[in-house]
């Protein structure tokens, strides 16, 4: 199936629809996801994205942009020697961040990687740490325990 670029690629598949979007449209042979290539539509395959989008609809709207904004550059080629660790890794700190807001937690802010988010412990929950910050995935989301 071979998708306009900037063609949403399903309705239940829209944050991942813009990393795709920009992939195809990088026109890079080396490009994650590539014109007509089958990541989206094999079964096999779809289950994987479909998790990946609802860690990333979790986000919020600064939280989506500061993430995308890590993420594009490194669709257009696996890393040397890494492959596309990188990538993983990045769209991974979704989940973290799903999993600490499932937890209770509440993110004040998401901005550049320089301005790391700050996630507070509810009130009503035991404290999550006694150190007074964890890291949760290399420093960008700190944990901060009330």
């Known amino acids: 199936m071979v998708r306009s670029v900037g063609e949403p690629v399903a309705d239940d598949l829209l944050r991942v629809g813009e990393l795709v979007a920009h992939s195809i449209a990088s026109g890079s042979p080396k490009a994650y996801f590539q ?26 709207a600064r939280a989506w942009a500061a993430l995308k904004a890590e993420a594009l550059p490194r669709l257009t080629a696996p890393a040397p020697g890494r492959g596309w660790e990188e990538l993983y890794s990045i769209l991974n700190q979704a989940r973290g961040y799903k999993r600490l807001a499932e ?19 509810s009130e009503s929950r035991t404290p999550l740490s006694d150190g007074g910050s964890v890291s949760v995935t290399n420093t960008r989301y700190l944990l901060a325990t009330t």
């Open 103 to 121: 937890m209770g937690c509440g993110c004040s802010c998401c901005g550049s990687r320089a301005e790391a988010p700050r996630l507070s412990g």
């Open 35 to 60: 014109a007509g290539d089958d990541k989206l539509t094999s079964p096999a395959k779809r289950h994987f994205f479909v998790a990946i989008e609802d860690d990333l609809q979790a986000l919020d």
